[in-house]
C-alpha cells in the first residue's frame, strides 16, 4: 500500500493536466497520470519519474465507461483509495462556434467529454474518495463558463465565439456547486479552477500564461485544508464571479 497520497489527473499526458500531476508530484503526492492513450500518458509519466517523481500511467478514456470501470478498479485494487482527483481532461471541438452556426453534433461532442465524461468519472471514483476521509474533487473551468464576463460587452471573454466549450463549462460549474453540496461535511472538498489562457495545443502556443502558471490553482485547491473553501470557482487573482 503507497503511503502517499494518491492523486489522479484526467488528461495528463500533455499541457496543464501534465503540469499539474508535476507539481503535485513535486508535493510528494503518487500521481496517476491519465491519459486516453496509454503509450502517450507512458511517455509523460516517464518524463515525471526521470525527474525524481512517483508517477504512473492509468489508461482512461473518459467516454468510455468499460475504460473508466477498469481504471476505478485498477486504482482500488492497488491503492485502496484516492485522495485527489482533478478532472483535468477536455476538448474545444473542431468547429466550436457561435450560437447561430454551431453543428449539433459539434455541441454534443464538447458535452460528452466535458461534462458527462467528467460525471462519469466522478462517480465512478467517488467510493475511493470517500475512503480517504479527506479527499479533494478539483474540476477545470474556464473564465469562459462566467456569465458575468462573458455578458459584459466591455470583456474579451464576449468574444469569444465558441459555444460547445463555454456552455459545457458552464454545466461543469454547476456540477460543481451540486456536488460540494452532496458531499457538505463529509471532508470530501469540491471546486473548479480557472487555468486561464495558457500555451497548449487547446489554448494556442501563443498565449501568454506558462502550464506551470496555470497549473497552480489547481494544485492549491487539491491540497486545501479541512477547512477550506466548498463549491466555488477559483482563478489565479481570486474567486470567480458567476
Known amino acids: 500500500m503507497d ?12 499541457g ?28 509523460a509519466a516517464k518524463e515525471l519519474v526521470a525527474e525524481g517523481l512517483d ?23 492497488t ?5 485527489v482527483l482533478v478532472n483535468n481532461a477536455a476538448i474545444i471541438p473542431e468547429g466550436d462556434d457561435g450560437v447561430s452556426s454551431i453543428e449539433a453534433g459539434v ?15 466522478t462517480q465512478a471514483f467517488l467510493p475511493l474518495l470517500q475512503r480517504a476521509g479527506q479527499a479533494r474533487i478539483v474540476n477545470l473551468s474556464t473564465s469562459l463558463a462566467s456569465f458575468a464576463q462573458v455578458g459584459d460587452p466591455e470583456s474579451r471573454m464576449s468574444t469569444v ?3 460547445g466549450y463555454n456552455a459545457s463549462k458552464a454545466a ?9 453540496n452532496e458531499l457538505r461535511g463529509t471532508g470530501v472538498l469540491v471546486n473548479a479552477a480557472d487555468p486561464g489562457n495558457c500555451a497548449t495545443d487547446m489554448g494556442g502556443w501563443s498565449a501568454a500564461r506558462t502550464p506551470a502558471q496555470g497549473a497552480a490553482v489547481a494544485v492549491r485547491l487539491a491540497m ?5 473553501p466548498t463549491g466555488y470557482v477559483y482563478a489565479e487573482e481570486g474567486q470567480l464571479p458567476w
Do not use: C, H, W
Open 107 to 121: 455541441l454534443r461532442s464538447a458535452f460528452e467529454t466535458n461534462v458527462l465524461g467528467l460525471v462519469a468519472v
Open 55 to 77: 508517477t504512473r500511467v492509468l489508461q482512461l478514456e473518459v467516454t468510455d465507461a468499460a475504460s473508466i470501470r477498469t481504471a476505478a478498479g485498477e486504482v482500488e485494487a
Open 79 to 83: 491503492y485502496g483509495r484516492l485522495d
Open 3 to 14: 503511503t502517499n497520497k494518491i492523486a489522479l489527473v484526467t488528461g495528463a499526458n500533455k
Open 172 to 180: 461543469v460549474n454547476m456540477v460543481t456547486v451540486m456536488l460540494a
Open 224 to 228: 486545501l485544508p479541512a477547512d477550506g
Open 161 to 163: 465565439r465558441t459555444l
Open 16 to 43: 496543464i493536466g501534465k503540469e499539474i500531476a508535476r507539481q503535485l508530484g513535486e508535493r510528494g503526492f503518487t500521481v496517476l497520470v491519465g491519459s486516453r492513450d496509454a503509450e502517450r500518458g507512458a511517455v
